[in-house]
């Protein structure tokens, strides 16, 4: 099945399943719009249903765009890079564009970076923080899911590399979050509270990481 929307063909994937009671849209990576709904679905009755939420799809489609798109190409501190791959060892950054050795591996360049400019940034953002807090060990990992890790019981945070492609705004925000588990480990009103002394913008630079 297909879903045309302003002359542009997209592919539907349905999945009917016994336990799922209602209709839900998605859409993945490669713009396949995903369908999950029940056994009792007809093709017919979703394809309506799709023709009728075209204008919500859109959106989604969109959204997915611009994250395939802040997620592609070279990404250091929230410029895009051009990426011209050498003979030379190591990662050199110009003005618009990355000259990379073919071989490089690019984790451990941004890890390399990310020891050094996440720990600055935790210290900073530590020094001034509203609460008495223990001073947490820092562990650096690439995470598909999340932002940021806190072990309360361990006193330890872990931050996702991915952020070293991102504005520096985006990590502060996400110290300060982790930090302010270890006042609250949860995310009642009062945890928000905390981040909000400490991050008083936290509500629109959490709204605009969606697009990561």
């Given at each position: 099945m297909h879903l045309t929307i302003d002359n542009i063909s997209y592919p539907v994937f349905i999945e009917k399943k016994k336990t799922t009671k209602n209709t839900y849209i998605r859409v993945k990576k490669d713009l396949t719009?995903?369908?999950?709904?029940?056994?009792?679905?007809?093709?017919?009755?979703?394809?309506?249903?799709?023709?009728?939420?075209?204008?919500q799809i859109l959106k989604m489609i969109q959204s997915q765009e611009t994250?395939?798109?802040?997620?592609?190409?070279?990404?250091?501190?929230?410029?895009?890079?051009?990426?011209?791959?050498?003979?030379?060892?190591?990662?050199?950054?110009?003005?618009?564009?990355?000259?990379?050795?073919?071989?490089?591996?690019?984790?451990?360049?941004y890890k390399k970076e990310a020891k050094k400019l996440f720990l600055l940034h935790l210290d900073k953002i530590y020094n001034r923080f509203s609460r008495d807090i223990p001073y947490p060990s820092l562990r650096i990992r690439k995470m598909t899911s999340r932002w940021g890790v806190c072990n309360t019981r361990l006193n330890i945070i872990t931050l996702n590399l991915e952020l070293m492609k991102r504005e520096t705004k985006y990590l502060d925000y996400v110290i300060v979050h982790e930090l302010s588990h270890l006042v609250y480990a949860n995310h009642s009103s009062l945890f928000w509270k905390v981040v909000e002394e400490n991050y008083p913008d936290y509500k629109k630079v959490r709204n605009e990481m969606k697009e990561f």
């Open positions: 719009i995903y369908v999950t709904t029940n056994t009792f679905s007809s093709d017919r009755s979703i394809l309506k249903l799709l023709e009728e939420k075209e204008s994250k395939n798109q802040n997620n592609t190409d070279f990404h250091y501190l929230g410029k895009r890079y051009e990426v011209i791959y050498t003979n030379t060892e190591g990662v050199l950054l110009g003005s618009n564009k990355v000259f990379i050795h073919k071989e490089e591996d690019i984790s451990k360049f």
